[in-house]
């Protein structure tokens, strides 16, 4: 079981000078450049990351459980990405397993999506019939414990591996009878090919179904938590104060995003922010704890869920996943 580490990072002042030495740290994204993301390129642009000491590089992702294996794989020191994956590792590879340090996801965004008056009625009739299922994503790796929670069988469903930025297109053309997609893009993607997402899809939420589990967040590799928590907390404070900027004013993110990524479309990338702060990021629980806190009983809970779905070998602790001594005031994380 890891240490907390609040003794050491309470002596870290957030008010203090800035480290000595800039350190390098690579942080790996979930997916390309989105709205999502514009609280992570604020940090940078906007110098919180230089004030923290830290120079950091952001890279686009492949996936919100592939940032768990790009960080255990060496080449990423922390990344925005899945918690179910982090847990998952934890009971199987616990020493080189990320930790989550700010959860920004309160809600899970992975959902099965279908066409209406399609052959899908219902999540167990998707027995028999072809889904498409991106590899690396976390709404494919957690497919069988989405089948075990709604009570069908997972074997009995064809899953089609497809590209992330074709599925919306697969499900149009009947290529496939349903798609596991990420929400918050997903949405977007239908809005962007001229269809409307609430009257000509059903959305079949994963924490509807009874998976009542966190998504993504800012994780670290145990490496950069031992030798460098002032880095870790210079990490979080200065993602927590680009949040708040982004609270304060959305556009701001999407201009950074757009000037960024030329090519995105500002409309649809404001709209994307907007349903993620109202469906992902904004609830109950993260108006009473703060946005990248969590609820050490709900997280309990999810991992025994992870756990058992899974036949994981071990149970990990929430103390093993999550790490709360890097968050923080109240009032930098309110809303």
């Given at each position: 079981m890891r240490k907390l580490l609040s003794l050491t990072v309470f002596a870290l002042s957030f008010a203090g000078p800035a480290l000595a030495e800039d350190?390098?740290?690579?942080f790996t994204l979930d997916w390309k450049i989105q709205g999502v993301h514009g609280w992570f390129y604020l940090a940078k642009e906007k110098g919180y990351?230089?004030?923290?000491g830290l120079d950091v590089t952001l890279d686009q992702g492949e996936g919100s459980a592939a940032t768990v294996s790009r960080i255990i794989s060496g080449a990423y020191d922390a990344g925005f990405g899945d918690m179910n994956a982090i847990i998952q590792n934890a009971a199987t590879n616990p020493d080189e397993a990320p930790v989550m340090v700010y959860q920004i996801y309160n809600q899970p965004p992975f959902a099965v999506l279908t066409k209406k008056g399609g052959p899908v009625e219902s999540l167990a009739s998707l027995e028999g019939l072809k889904v498409g299922a991106p590899p690396g994503s976390a709404s494919t790796k957690l497919f069988p414990a989405l089948a075990s929670a709604a009570g069908f069988d997972a074997e009995k469903v064809e899953l089609i591996s497809?590209?992330?930025?074709?599925?919306e297109q697969m499900l149009v053309q009947d290529q496939v009878s349903a798609s596991l997609v990420f929400n918050v893009t997903s949405y977007l993607n239908i809005l962007g090919i001229g269809m409307d997402p609430d009257t000509d899809f059903t959305w079949y939420p994963y924490g509807e179904a009874g998976l009542d589990i966190y998504s993504n967040g800012v994780m670290v590799s145990p490496k950069l938590l031992e030798e460098n928590p002032e880095?870790?907390?210079?990490l979080v404070n200065a993602i927590a104060k680009a949040m708040a900027d982004v609270l304060e004013n959305p556009q701001e993110a999407i201009d950074i995003i757009t000037a960024i990524e030329p090519l995105s479309n500002g409309e649809l990338e404001m709209k994307r922010l907007q349903f993620a702060l109202n469906n992902l990021i904004f609830s109950d629980e993260s108006k009473a704890n703060g946005i990248g806190a969590i609820d050490a009983e709900r997280l309990t809970r999810s991992i025994t869920t992870i756990k058992e779905l899974y036949d994981l070998p071990d149970t990990p602790a929430a103390e093993d996943v999550f790490d709360a001594s890097f968050l923080p005031p109240m009032d930098m994380r309110s809303f």
């Open positions: 350190i390098p740290i690579k990351f230089d004030a923290e497809v590209k992330s930025n074709l599925q880095a870790v907390q210079g």
